[in-house]
């Protein structure tokens, strides 16, 4: 190896391979040694120079190239027989003048170290028509993340995407919105009130688990303010002239064909008071209905304007029959009925207690437990 080198240093001296004729010492041939090129394997047909070029090996017939450090065992290795430059564990490969980032294999880990914190950025293209794609495949080639510049989008295809407790989803420019989960309850922080909006299609909202259901603002409120508590508030507004009706709600359960059960329930209203303690200076009321219109309306509604609408369109058998109101026992506390009816007396319109009677026209079925009576209609009445 040593005499093929000190040939080859001499054909530089003489300028036989483009060397500038500089003389060479003893001392230049041991640091060219301390390289440990393996030149052992280099003839000098290998070696050649061409236009200010060298080249070793030519096409089709590379020739190893191995680098030492002062480490041991950290080597820089060209290898033809594959094409690749291998760098061994903990071999930098450094960027900028002052060895500003640094990138190796530990071992472990591909490493990219700053030389100083939070410096700079890995930028990929320029943002204006040198843009390029970046494709991270997972455990197989059906799992990866792709930023797709030409989409300008990022596709999740098969690959998780994990948020720890307490780490955000921030939407936009001012931090509009955060969402994160803080190891108990999914957080949606928006900085002012907010619309969640479905553009174009239906919005479904449902549970897939047997027996679960989706629970709006069911919990305890503990605050002291002034305001009423409202479980869910939906106020639909029509801003122009319809031909179909407006719905605040629409409740439709029911069972598919084929399919039998027990009860079916259309809404249930159960107002509680829990415990034992704790006095109300209001009401307790299951359903309350309003309608009316603005004060001054001129409006003409051409229909019926009712509190309770109800319609019978049942088909087969009803053993127990139909009712418009049904109460089938008279409670489980210790407070019993006081009446089918509270009205107020607003002298005839709905009630009188001073009035005279007319004609009986008609009658209204009613069932007393087993027994049934009839309430009877007049056809006028005379106030007193």
């Known amino acids: 190896m040593f005499n093929k080198l000190w040939s080859f240093l001499k054909e530089i001296h003489y300028d036989q391979r483009g060397g500038t004729g500089t003389a060479v010492s003893t001392g230049d041939i041991i640091a060219s040694a301390k390289m440990n090129l393996k030149l052992e394997e280099i003839v000098n047909a290998d070696l050649v120079h061409d236009s200010g070029v060298w080249t070793i090996g030519e096409s089709g017939a590379g020739q190893d190239i191995t680098f030492y450090t002062d480490v041991i065992d950290r080597i820089m290795l060209w290898d033809p027989s594959d094409s690749s430059l291998e760098l061994n564990d903990n071999v ?31 930028v990929i293209g320029d943002g204006t028509n040198k843009s390029m794609d970046f494709l991270w495949y997972g455990s197989i080639v059906s799992k990866y993340v792709q930023f797709d510049l030409g989409a300008d989008k990022v596709t999740f295809e098969d690959v998780d995407l994990y948020l720890g407790d307490n780490d955000m989803l921030v939407f936009g420019d001012g931090a509009d919105v955060t969402i994160k989960w803080d190891a108990s ?29 989706l ?122 009925w006081s009446g089918l009816l509270n009205l107020v007396d607003d002298g005839g319109n709905l009630a009188d207690l001073a009035s005279a009677v007319a004609t009986v026209v008609g009658a209204i079925k009613v069932k007393i437990g087993s027994q049934v009576g009839y309430l009877p209609v007049y056809s006028g009445y005379t106030p007193t």
């Open 92 to 122: 930098i490969i450094a960027f900028g003048s002052s060895d500003d980032v640094e990138i190796y294999w530990n071992g472990t880990n591909l490493i990219i170290m700053p030389a100083i914190d939070d410096t700079g950025a890995i």
């Open 215 to 336: 629970r709006i603002n069911s919990r305890t409120y503990v605050d002291t303010a002034s305001e009423s508590i409202i479980g869910f508030q939906c106020k639909p507004r029509a801003g122009n002239t319809r031909t179909a009706s407006i719905y605040g709600a629409e409740m439709e359960p029911g069972l598919n064909d084929t399919f039998g059960g027990t009860s079916l329930i259309g809404f249930a209203s159960r107002p509680t008071l829990g415990g034992t303690t704790g006095n109300l200076s209001g009401d307790v009321r299951a359903y309350e209905a309003s309608i009316g219109s603005d004060s001054g309306s001129s409006r003409t509604i051409a229909g019926v304007a009712s509190a309770l609408w109800v319609d019978n369109n049942f088909y087969g058998t009803v053993t127990g029959g139909v009712y418009v109101i049904h109460v089938p026992n008279p409670g489980g506390g210790t407070v019993s």
């Open 185 to 213: 309850k999914l957080l949606i922080d928006p900085a002012a009130e907010f619309n969640l909006v479905m553009n174009t299609y239906h919005f479904r909202l449902e549970t897939l688990a047997a027996g679960k259901t």
